[in-house]
């Protein structure tokens, strides 16, 4: 089975770092993604990891390790407009292969 | 500006009613999805087209029946709805699933209501 679990929740200010982490147990394994979502509109892409370590993209970077089934999504000088859900994917196989979706972390960035 | 396009936004519909949404991307990708999204729980897939092919029906009752005439469009059939099928209900697009081109566009969803 599929199983990925992240915070359902967090709060955070203005200028500050935030880490949301996602764990996952899935039957196969093939990259993980992030993606952000505001209220009402597309999810949006945002990192792709398939090997272990950090990848960074301008104030947001993603880190995984696949033997401890873990990622998280650090977003650094926290801007109001971060405030929306964040999606954790795994793509679980290298084939005709589908993305199994965690419940998301809604982020409130307060002034 | 989102590549992938969805109509209509809002629907409402009663539970005898026969309805379609549309999806159209406009990103040359080969392979589409449909999802649903309800409150509080997770993105769950429904179908996926490769190549116009459907490759997956992730269980879904044969009230939602999807149809792809071409690797541009993409459509969700609706009929005797019942009112736990009223979600946002969100179109993507890739590259063809098991390529290199990953990543998948979504659209900005039509919000269903049942009643």
């Known amino acids: 089975g599929q199983n990925i679990d992240q915070p359902t929740e967090m709060t955070a200010t203005e200028g500050a770092i935030v880490q949301i982490n996602c764990t996952y147990q899935?039957?196969?394994?093939?990259?993980l993604f992030w993606y952000q979502q505001h209220a009402g509109e597309a999810p949006t892409f945002l990192s792709y990891n398939v090997l272990d370590g950090l990848e960074e993209k301008g104030r947001f970077s993603s880190f995984l390790s696949r033997s401890k089934g873990y990622s998280y999504l650090l977003l650094k000088e926290l801007q109001m407009k971060d405030s929306a859900s964040y999606l954790c994917a795994v793509r679980p196989s290298s084939g005709y292969s589908t993305l199994t979706f965690g419940k998301g972390t809604m982020l409130l960035v307060s002034p | 500006e989102t590549g992938v396009t969805q109509t209509p936004r809002h629907l409402v519909m009663g539970m005898t009613n026969k309805k379609s949404l549309k999806c159209e991307q406009h990103l040359g990708h080969n392979a589409m999805y449909w999802y649903k999204q309800s409150a509080k729980k997770p993105l769950e897939l429904m179908f996926v087209y490769n190549f116009k092919e459907q490759t997956e029906n992730n269980s879904v009752p044969s009230r939602f029946s999807p149809e792809c005439p071409n690797s541009s469009h993409l459509f969700l059939h609706l009929h005797t709805l019942q009112p736990e099928d009223s979600a946002l209900y969100l179109c993507?697009?890739?590259?063809?699933?098991?390529?290199?081109?990953?990543?998948?566009?979504f659209g900005p969803g039509t919000r269903l209501t049942v009643t």
């Open positions: 899935t039957s196969g394994f093939n990259g």
């Open positions: 993507a697009s890739s590259g063809a699933s098991g390529s290199l081109s990953y990543e998948q566009y």
